[in-house]
């Protein structure tokens, strides 16, 4: 089955430290994105990518970055820089250029900093 | 900048009510509309998309409407059962960059047995 996989469902990171979220997909889709979500509120865009070797920040880009060396991989890491990193952070894909682009998402990963 | 509202921020009815979920935005000039929803630390599960040259959409139990004039959106849930409990989250885009889009905080629904 398609889908969107993202590891680990959970992490827990001490300050200070850099930490590595996966995404994979096997839809053949061209754009992927990553966003986050704190309790109670919407999905904020972190970063996204609509062609493998290149990306665009979102709206809350600071203290994160991210690689999109295959089409199938957009992994994010969140550096020391992010000042407030605990969240939920969902992966999403979609076909580039279509009509109906529906966007669809990854399970979660729930990153606490202890 | 495009800002997406849900009210009311929750909602709680008994087991076969039908339902109207909330859905407002400030500009217009949308190019489609997707609600979704989200089980508890779950991802999103896309519902239904509405173009901006629709008005409707329909998939079993649901119906979405769009009036872009007036910059709302309903998703009507017909009767509710218990496993429809969950939140329920707009988005809102402007162009083809699905991933772009403006999502609403959400409404979470309680559906009591």
């Known amino acids: 089955d398609g889908g969107i996989t993202q590891s680990p469902k959970y992490l827990f990171r001490k300050e200070g430290q850099n930490v590595t979220l996966s995404c994979e997909q096997n839809?053949?889709?061209?754009?992927m994105y990553w966003y986050r979500q704190d309790p109670g509120q919407g999905l904020r865009l972190i970063y996204y990518?609509?062609?493998?070797?290149?990306?665009q920040k979102g709206d809350i880009a600071e203290g994160y970055s991210v690689s999109r060396e295959k089409k199938e991989s957009f992994p994010l890491t969140v550096t020391s820089a992010q000042k407030n990193p605990t969240a939920f952070y969902l992966c999403?894909?979609?076909?580039?250029?279509?009509?109906?682009?529906?966007?669809?998402f990854g399970a979660g990963s729930r990153l606490t900093v202890l | 900048k495009q800002e997406v509202t849900q009210i009311p921020a929750a909602l709680s009815v008994p087991e076969g009510e039908n339902l109207v979920l909330n859905c407002s935005f400030t500009d217009s000039a949308i190019y489609n509309l997707q609600w979704f929803r989200q089980d508890p630390g779950k991802g999103l599960t896309s519902l239904l998309l509405?173009?901006?040259?629709?008005r409707e959409q329909t998939s079993g139990r649901l119906n979405a409407s769009l009036d872009k004039s007036s910059g709302r959106s309903t998703l009507y849930i017909a009767a509710s059962q218990p496993g429809d409990s969950a939140t329920y989250l707009c988005?809102?885009?402007?162009?083809?960059?699905?991933?772009?889009?403006?999502f609403g905080d959400g409404t979470t629904l309680t559906v009591k047995p």
């Open positions: 990518s609509q062609i493998v070797n290149d990306f």
């Open positions: 988005a809102v885009s402007l162009n083809t960059n699905a991933g772009k889009s403006t």
């Open positions: 999403a894909s979609s076909m580039k250029h279509s009509g109906a682009n529906v966007l669809t």
């Open positions: 509405i173009q901006s040259s629709q």
């Open positions: 839809l053949n889709h061209d754009a």
